[in-house]
């Protein structure tokens, strides 16, 4: 089994600034990938920021210069700080883990629940 366990969400005036936080726990062997997706009402889910195990990033243009995400190996972790929150922002975050649950297993996306961040104009 393993687990991605989301915090961080919430109610946020425009300008302010959150932290999403996504710890994977469980039966893992190695993870190559980690990463925040976001859906808003009525559209898709998109790609928000992803950052690989020898730390290299990418980001939507969208959130380019606004948001940073990091990621701590030791504890399966990664972070995303969103600063200069705009109300286009507000949806649910998921997080992602592309990851082998053993050396004879296939990397496979795992997601977490998702978490709520609105923000207010």
């Known amino acids: 089994q393993v687990q991605l366990v989301e915090s961080g969400g919430g109610l946020v005036q425009a300008g302010g600034s959150l932290r999403l936080s996504c710890a994977a726990s469980?039966?893992?062997?190695?993870?190559?990938?980690m990463g925040w997706y976001r859906q808003a009402p009525g559209k898709q889910r998109e790609l928000v920021a992803t950052v690989t195990s020898d730390e290299s990033t990418n980001y939507a243009d969208s959130v380019k210069g606004r948001f940073t995400i990091s990621r701590d190996n030791a504890k399966n972790t990664v972070y995303l700080q969103m600063n200069s929150l705009k109300p286009e922002d507000t949806a649910v975050y998921y997080c992602?883990?592309?990851?082998?649950?053993?050396?004879?297993?296939?990397?496979?996306?795992?997601w977490g629940q998702g978490t709520q961040v609105t923000v207010s104009s």
């Open positions: 469980g039966n893992i062997f190695s993870i190559n990938a």
């Open positions: 992602n883990a592309k990851l082998q649950r053993s050396r004879w297993n296939y990397v496979r996306d795992y």
